[in-house]
């Protein structure tokens, strides 16, 4: 869980680490954090508008690794679902093109691929192969892409999809069994799929019906839980629909959220890698002079396992 309400700079956070039962384990602080599950424990990215680093923490915030304070940012950050993380970073000032870096859950580097001047990363993902996709500007208003696999080996640039208004707003995420989807555009459109080590074609007809959702493994990765978190008709709640990766609806679960005196439904939904559901269920405003919101969550452990 990430806090940034320390009455230190903007973007100062601190993750706590809690236990099933809801006990604290311990903390980590940083600033412009960014956190990775790993089946045991995390990874982050962290950047203190000087230089960035790279830790890996237990379960109660102890670092077990760093990579080391460098000047280079971290503009995307991505779990390996074979274990480990793939970072693209570069210089802030972009004096030098991005590199793109893959570690195992301990942080020893694996890979490192540079990318050229012109390819300036818009979007990253990792699919459970390990096969790494970094999709970025291209000429006239397109979108180029270029895949790395497992061990680091660039394929060719290609053209991933064209037509794109909003470049910052590209998502990937990954398919079942291998591949990825990428969202995007005004309304959180699923635009393309990609299979792995593939150039692309248009997503599947039941992932386009369903606009401005998230995808998250469900089922012991055999299906999707798409993750509803705005309700047309208002009501404080936020939903997950199993689907099969035939696009067979296999039900849908209602997780209610609280809209208290001061406070706004929040209704956010994540989801663990042994299937456990987290939401934030408050949202209320604290006049401390300091912007502060308290937040509460609740869990159900392994309800999409």
């Known amino acids: 869980m990430l806090d940034n309400s320390n009455n230190g700079p903007p973007d100062r956070f601190t993750v706590h680490l809690l236990a099933p039962s809801g006990t604290e384990r311990g903390t980590y602080s940083g600033y412009s954090t960014v956190l ?24 109660n915030g102890s670092v077990v690794a760093t990579t080391g304070k460098t000047v280079d940012v971290s503009w995307f950050v991505v779990n390996d679902p074979l274990g480990g993380m793939v970072v693209v970073s570069g ?14 859950d301990h942080l020893n580097r694996r890979w490192r691929t540079q990318l050229s001047f012109n390819q300036r990363p818009l979007a990253l993902g990792v699919d459970r192969q390990g096969n790494s996709l970094v999709l970025f500007n291209a000429a006239s208003g397109k979108v180029g892409g270029i895949w790395i696999d497992h061990s680091g080996n660039a394929g060719a640039e290609f053209q991933a999809t064209e037509g794109i208004t909003e470049p910052n707003s590209l998502l990937l995420t990954p398919r079942v069994e291998s591949g990825l989807f990428l969202r995007g555009e005004t309304g959180s459109r699923w635009i393309r799929q990609f299979d792995s080590m593939g150039t692309g074609g248009a997503p599947p007809d ?3 019906a369903r606009p401005g959702t998230k995808l998250h493994m469900a089922r012991n990765g055999r299906a999707y839980a798409v ?3 705005q309700r047309a008709d208002g009501a404080c709640e936020a939903n997950i629909e199993v689907v099969a990766s035939s696009g067979k ?5 209602v997780f209610p959220s609280d809209r208290g005196a001061g406070s706004i439904c929040a209704g956010t939904l994540t989801v663990g890698y042994d299937g456990t559901v987290i939401e934030m269920v408050g949202d209320t405003f604290v006049n ?7 937040c509460n969550f609740r869990w159900w452990k392994g309800f999409l396992q």
């Open 227 to 229: 993750i509803y978190e």
């Open 36 to 59: 990775i599950e790993e089946l045991a424990g995390f990874e982050l990215s962290y950047w203190d508008l000087q230089q960035g680093e790279l830790a890996a923490i237990d379960e």
């Open 249 to 253: 609806s296999c039900g849908t679960a």
């Open 91 to 104: 210089k802030f000032d972009e004096t030098s093109p991005a590199v793109v870096v893959a570690y195992d």
């Open 288 to 294: 401390d002079g300091f912007g502060t919101r308290n």
């Open 206 to 208: 039941w992932l386009a």
